[in-house]
């Protein structure tokens, strides 16, 4: 079966966001970043909303974003890395998208958290390498379940685009076209 979208998936701080954005720019295609969506839709940050809401919220906010996105036609989807992964998700992301990984070594990802501090809802800023370790930990499992796993640890988010963009081309993976 073809699949309909490009979904980025991974721990906080690989870089998703700005390499979908590149990638969709590239492809010509939409953008579902489902932070931003989620920010959209509730008014506010989207650390604020886990915040205020609490973690059910945003889990229940997260799957309606999921079921939204996943119908779309040439999308590149960028998940949110704040909240884990399930096989639920999991399943409702790959029936139409072709799901790659991003991860980095734990240095650079507690790196990159420190820049942007208070920004990441689930984070735990007074232990950054732990929750960080902790948190690759939960996504390692995905690895051998994705199309593609992508190592951001020293890459651009041009480059990690490019890497995508070339596997796509040296599988000859065609994508079902959006009807309009």
């Known amino acids: 079966m073809k699949k309909r979208n490009i979904v980025l998936i991974g721990p906080m701080g690989t870089g998703k966001s700005r390499a979908a954005k590149i990638l969709a720019d ?26 205020t809401a609490g973690p059910e919220a945003f889990a229940r906010e997260e799957m309606s974003i999921i079921n939204k996105v996943r119908y779309y036609h040439e999308a590149v989807i960028a998940m949110g890395g704040n ?15 072709l799901v ?10 507690a790196e990159r958290v420190r820049r ?14 732990g929750y960080v370790r902790q948190m690759l ?5 995905w690895k ?5 796993v992508v190592n951001t640890t020293n890459c651009h988010p041009e480059q990690t685009a490019l890497m ?14 959006r009807r309009y």
């Open 144 to 148: 051998d379940r994705v199309s593609l």
């Open 164 to 177: 995508i963009a070339r596997y796509i081309d040296r599988h000859q993976i065609t994508f079902t076209e």
């Open 100 to 109: 790659i990984l991003l991860y980095a070594k734990p240095f650079r990802l």
């Open 137 to 141: 930990r939960k996504w390692a499992k």
């Open 83 to 97: 909240y884990p992964m399930t096989e639920e998700k999991f399943h409702l992301l790959s029936e139409h998208g």
């Open 26 to 51: 590239g492809l010509e295609w939409q953008l579902a970043d489902t932070d931003r969506m989620i920010e959209r839709e509730q008014n506010m940050k989207i650390a604020e909303f886990y915040r």
């Open 116 to 129: 942007r501090i208070g920004k990441r809802p689930t984070m735990d800023y007074s232990d950054v390498d």
